[in-house]
Every structure is written in C-alpha cells, then in structure tokens.
C-alpha cells in the first residue's frame, strides 16, 4: 500500500494512519510496520496509531526522524506493510527460558533493537533476562562487540590511547576533570567520551559543559583529541555504540544494570574510541553500586578478562566510595572545585578528590610505559602541581569551543542558600551518599548549575555545637526548600554524640 507522507515536527517517534487505510492493510492500534520509500532502498519501523481525524485516508503523519531514516519529504510516496515475527524474538524467549546465547543470537538481537524492528514489549524482556539469568563471559564478550558495530568507531594513529572510567555511584565524583588533563599532559591521548546524570547530582557531560560544548560528532573528537591531547565530550552525540543508549532506557525505570551488560557497556565504548589501556575506577562502600571490596575484586576481574578478549588492557583502581569525593556535589561547585586544583596545583583542601584523581592517572601512566611502576601517582601529582595539567586544561577547554580564561571564580553557585549545623560536639563519624545526591537533585542540580552542596565537614573532622556542617545552594528559592525538606528527612550527616531519633 502507498501512502503520502506528511511530516510532522514532534521527536517522538509517530506514526499516524487513516482507519480506513488500517483495515485495508490488516493493521491494529499499536502494531509495527515497515516502511519503505519509493525506490525502496531506506526503510523504518514505527508503530501505528490509528485515527479517523487527525489524518486522512490515503495519507499518513510521521515524525521528522523517522521521515530522515526513509529519506523522504513531505508529500513523498511511501510503502507500508505489517511487520513480520522477528528472528530475533525466539533468541530474547531463549534467553528468559536461561539459555545460553550463541554471537548470531546476540547479533539478531542487538541489530533489531538498533533498527527499530523490535518494540519495547519485546525489548523489556530481553533486558529484565539478562538481569534475572546473567551472561557468562563469552555472552558478554558477544554483546560487547555486538554493540560496537551498531556505530562509528575511532581510529588514531599515535599508541596508546588511554581511557579512564568510573563505576560510580558516588556523589562529587568528579575525577575525570583532574585525570583527563593529567594524562594529556604526559603527551598521551584520551578521548574520553561521558555520560550526563541519570540518578546521580551531575555527571562528567553535564560539568563539562559549564566549561565548554560537549555535543560533537564522533570525527570531531578523534580531531579534537589529535590537537589538544585529550577531550571530555557526551558519549550520546557520537553515535559511538548507540545500542546502548538503547537499552539503558529500558533498564532506567527498573533502576537495574544487569551485570554482564554493564561490563559489555563500559569497555563496548571504550574499544569502540580506540582505547589500548583503561583504568576503570571501582568506588566501594556503603551507598554505592559495590557494596564492599570483595565484591569489588570480583568486578575488577572480570573487567580484565573481557579487556583482553576485545585487547584492551584494562587495570582497576578499587576505591573507597562510602562519602562524597572533595567537599561539593552540583555542577558549577563541583568544577569550581576541580579548577582551583588546577589553577593552584594544591590539593589540600580537597584531598580526597587529589589523592583520588592522581592515583587513578598514575596506574594510566604506569601501564603507558610513561614512568615506571610504583611511580604514576607522585609523577601525576607533579603534573598538576607544575601547572601542566592545568595548561592542558585550558587547552582541552578552547579546542571543545570554550572559553580557556574561565577560572573558578566565575562559576557562581546559587543564590539561595542554607547552612546546617552541628546538634551537638563531636566529630563527623558517616556521610550518607544517596542522601547528598537527593538534597542535590532537590536543589535542581545538574540542570540548575549553580544548585548542590558544599560539605564543610567531611568523616573524621571534628565538629563544634553550631559549627555549620554543610550549605545547600539553589537558584529558585522553592527548590531550596524542597531539598531542606529531605535535608530534615534523611540528616545525611551523622555527628558522634548526637540524637538520631527519640522513639517513645
């Protein structure tokens, strides 16, 4: 059946076809279709909506994405036809009965899902299996480079290039700020492409992007990096590995991340931006994503055995994670934080996130061959004391489209603010992470820059009766009382001494 094309300028995905045209074709509310243009060489799946007004017979409305796919215009001739069973759908059934999958099961699979031919009802399932029934190392294997032909790929010229990556779940973790100009300073290359906040108060794109455009295509970083030494872009502009973009979307509202898919995920897009040497940062403790070192351990392993089936080598830095890194969570107080570092070279009043972000560049000079073992921490620690780092910085700044003067300073917080205090003496003896982060949120970071959170005090500081304990920062005065709502709800910061809760 050919129909007319009329294109619509909502992003979602639509497809809106006359009753009339539905019935002729066989097709019901909701079904997939396939479409192809006139000379049949595009096509695209969509679902259909069926309506008797808002198109007419003979004609049909589709999103401007899916008329890009189809290469066709408005007014363009274009096919439309029910879409047969999926292979792939037997191969997602194996897999919830927990079977193994074989590379073609996983390749039908992984290129159904990039194609659009799979719907959310058949893609949900096939998430939710790998999270109930796992994937041993060759599934995992099979997925990892399943998914990183479903993009672009970088190629540099000059060897190693070097990658960092954080397990996360840890509020102010903002490393790669400090790491990525470290390793560029060593004259080695890293592309490092990051993800924005799903859950967490900010990530690396969205503090990245309070300095500098982030979205860029995969030809631009690899040009970017070959000039300036290094990059902090958004993975999801450069369509490196896109059929991950894909299934995070179904694992977010389950709040899962299926193991064997989480290792395929990290090292997918590490392989696919040309990566020889990752170290993979794995904050442990309580609040985050591996509850203890043990469990750590056990991820850093198999995070070296997939890094040599795709020849990555992979080390893994096993961190304490159990309270926030530095002493701010937000987007603008968090690169603040990390520009005084570099504008000064002295860490010592942020020591964790120093200590922290020069142990993880130096385990990347070690393996690059740049100093020798045992060395890596003490020669990154130079680099950021001797400006070199904050130099490549700036340099990575301008080459992203910013402004490489930028300095701490002029990365306000906001305007709203308020201090809790200490109940009573003692000392800071627990920080609660999920609490920071959801105070954080409250007060609108990461979209609101200037919202998040100074900690004046930190475990093990001593503390006065009154003595300010940490100061939320908003830009909109409700937010601010939103996140002292959950300030009072949580208490996030635990003093020795004092009164948790009276039950009577």
């Known amino acids: 059946?050919?129909?007319?094309?009329?294109?619509?300028?909502?992003?979602?995905?639509?497809?809106?076809?006359?009753?009339?045209?539905?019935?002729?074709?066989?097709?019901?509310?909701?079904?997939?279709?396939?479409?192809?243009?006139?000379?049949?060489?595009?096509?695209?799946?969509?679902?259909?909506?069926?309506?008797?007004?808002?198109?007419?017979?003979?004609?049909?409305?589709?999103?401007?994405?899916?008329?890009?796919?189809?290469?066709?215009?408005?007014?363009?001739?274009?096919?439309?036809?029910?879409?047969?069973?999926?292979?792939?759908?037997?191969?997602?059934?194996?897999?919830?009965?927990?079977?193994?999958?074989?590379?073609?099961?996983?390749?039908?699979?992984?290129?159904?899902?990039?194609?659009?031919?799979?719907?959310?009802?058949?893609?949900?399932?096939?998430?939710?299996?790998?999270?109930?029934?796992?994937?041993?190392?060759?599934?995992?294997?099979?997925?990892?480079?399943?998914?990183?032909?479903?993009?672009?790929?970088?190629?540099?010229?000059?060897?190693?290039?070097?990658?960092?990556?954080?397990?996360?779940?840890?509020?102010?973790?903002?490393?790669?700020?400090?790491?990525?100009?470290?390793?560029?300073?060593?004259?080695?290359?890293?592309?490092?492409?990051?993800?924005?906040?799903?859950?967490?108060?900010?990530?690396?794109?969205?503090l990245m992007e309070a300095l500098a455009p982030v979205a860029f295509s995969a030809a631009e970083v690899q040009e970017m990096t070959e000039k300036a030494g290094g990059v902090i872009v958004w993975g999801g502009s450069t369509n490196i590995v896109p059929a991950d973009d894909i299934l995070i979307q179904y694992e977010y509202p389950l709040k899962i991340n299926p193991r064997g898919k989480m290792l395929a995920s990290i090292l997918a897009k590490k392989k696919a931006a040309g990566a020889d040497i990752c170290v993979i940062d794995i904050p442990t403790g309580a609040g985050t994503k591996v509850e203890n070192e043990t469990e750590g351990r056990i991820l850093a392993g198999q995070l070296i055995e997939l890094g040599k089936r795709l020849d990555i080598k992979v080390e893994c830095a096993i961190t304490y994670g159990g309270s926030p890194i530095g002493r701010d969570v937000g987007v603008n107080l968090e690169v603040a934080e990390a520009l005084r570092i570099l504008e000064t070279g002295d860490g010592n009043t942020s020591t964790s996130l120093v200590l922290k972000s020069c142990a993880v560049a130096g385990i990347a000079l070690e393996m690059a061959g740049v100093v020798k073992q045992g060395n890596g921490a003490d020669a990154a620690m130079n680099l950021l004391k001797n400006g070199s780092a904050y130099q490549k910085m700036k340099d990575i700044i301008e080459i992203q489209g910013g402004n490489p003067n930028i300095t701490s300073k002029d990365l306000p917080a906001g305007e709203y603010a308020y201090s809790i205090t200490a109940p009573a003496d003692g000392y800071v003896i627990s920080i609660t992470n999920r609490a920071i982060i959801d105070i954080a949120r409250a007060a609108g970071s990461p979209v609101d820059h200037g919202a998040g959170i100074h900690m004046n005090k930190k475990p093990g500081e001593t503390v006065k009766k009154g003595e300010v304990l940490y100061t939320i920062y908003a830009e909109k005065d409700w937010k601010l009382s939103a996140a002292l709502k959950i300030a009072e709800e949580t208490r996030p910061v635990k003093v020795s001494g004092m009164l948790i809760s009276r039950v009577a």
């Not at 890009?68 to 919830?96: N, T």
Request: proline share 4%.
């Open 1 to 206: 059946m050919l129909l007319t094309v009329h294109i619509s300028d909502i992003l979602r995905p639509l497809l809106l076809l006359h009753a009339d045209d539905a019935e002729k074709a066989g097709i019901k509310d909701g079904a997939r279709v396939i479409l192809q243009n006139s000379s049949a060489k595009y096509s695209a799946a969509a679902d259909a909506v069926i309506t008797q007004k808002l198109t007419s017979s003979g004609n049909i409305v589709l999103d401007a994405n899916t008329a890009e796919k189809l290469h066709v215009s408005d007014g363009d001739a274009v096919s439309i036809s029910l879409r047969a069973k999926p292979a792939s759908i037997q191969s997602i059934v194996k897999k919830m009965d927990g079977g193994k999958l074989t590379r073609e099961d996983t390749a039908i699979i992984i290129k159904d899902i990039t194609n659009g031919t799979l719907t959310p009802e058949e893609i949900s399932p096939y998430v939710s299996s790998m999270y109930i029934n796992g994937l041993d190392m060759d599934e995992t294997e099979y997925l990892a480079r399943e998914m990183i032909e479903t993009g672009e790929k970088l190629t540099f010229s000059q060897k190693p290039i070097v990658d960092k990556h954080s397990v996360g779940g840890v509020p102010g973790n903002k490393i790669s700020l400090l790491v990525v100009p470290i390793i560029a300073a060593a004259h080695l290359l890293i592309p490092k492409t990051c993800s924005r906040a799903i859950t967490g108060a900010g990530g690396t794109a969205d």
